[in-house]
């Protein structure tokens, strides 16, 4: 098992529990639009992409114009549905707060927008918690690489040297074009079944056991593994 130094972790569905309000703010943008809703799934597939690479996953066929629309729509849905900030995932707070006392340097790799973040992380008084964030709006999209490779860079560390933390598949496709081990959570948008054709180096279904298998993870032999738990 490589000794990591760098943890990145995606935001929605991995750290924070907002699936059900992504889902739910884009059924109501679209019905503000007169669109068609997406199916549950169709939606949840598309989370961890830039709003506008989502939109175009999910309605091809519109026009700019009304792309551009419906982004509005969301974004106003989504910020009313919340008004109270979604809650992180069991676990997160004294997980994060304990790999952090450990050594591990901490960073947020996510499709929402820079000003989307920055609302939470005040909610929360997480300004200044992880050593780096990137957002989707300041880098491309997932799940091209750039945005690990600007965090990489930020830190000084080595893809080698990182762990990238996602319930999505362009977490994963993103962290093995930079190179980069990764890890999925089974509790967000896609199941591990879905996730496990990208070939993680290790599976949850809580963020508990990604807490446990990082505090060993110095004291193990250096065996390259692929682990799957739960």
Do not use: N
């Not at 629309?69 to 106003?76: D, F, G, I, P, T």
């Not at 750039?146 to 000084?156: A, D, N």
């Amino acid at each position: 098992m490589r000794d990591y130094e760098l943890l990145i972790f995606d935001w929605d569905g991995t750290l924070v529990d907002s699936i059900g309000r992504i889902v739910a703010a884009m059924h109501a943008a679209t019905d503000q639009c007169g669109l068609e809703r997406c199916s549950d799934e169709a939606v949840k597939g598309i989370i961890g992409l830039a709003l506008p690479e989502a939109i175009a996953v999910l309605y091809p066929a519109l026009v700019l114009e009304q792309a551009e629309r419906l982004r509005l729509r969301y974004s106003e849905c989504y910020v009313a549905l919340d008004q109270q900030p979604s809650p992180l995932f069991p676990g997160v707070e004294h997980g994060l707060l304990a790999l952090r006392e450990q050594g591990y340097r901490l960073a947020v790799a996510t499709g929402k927008t820079r000003r989307g973040l920055q609302r939470i992380l005040d909610a929360l008084g997480w300004q200044d918690f992880f050593d780096v964030t990137r957002c989707a709006d300041e880098t491309a999209s997932k799940p091209d690489p750039r945005m690990l490779h600007e965090i990489l860079q930020h830190c000084g560390v080595t893809a080698e040297r990182a762990l990238m933390v996602g319930d999505a598949s362009f977490d994963l496709v993103m962290a093995q074009r930079a190179g980069m081990d990764a890890v999925a959570v089974g509790y967000g948008a896609q199941t591990l079944a879905a996730l496990s054709v990208h070939d993680p180096k290790l599976s949850v279904s809580d963020f508990m056991q990604l807490s446990a298998w990082l505090a060993r993870a110095p004291a193990e032999p250096r065996i390259e593994v692929v682990e799957h738990v739960g």
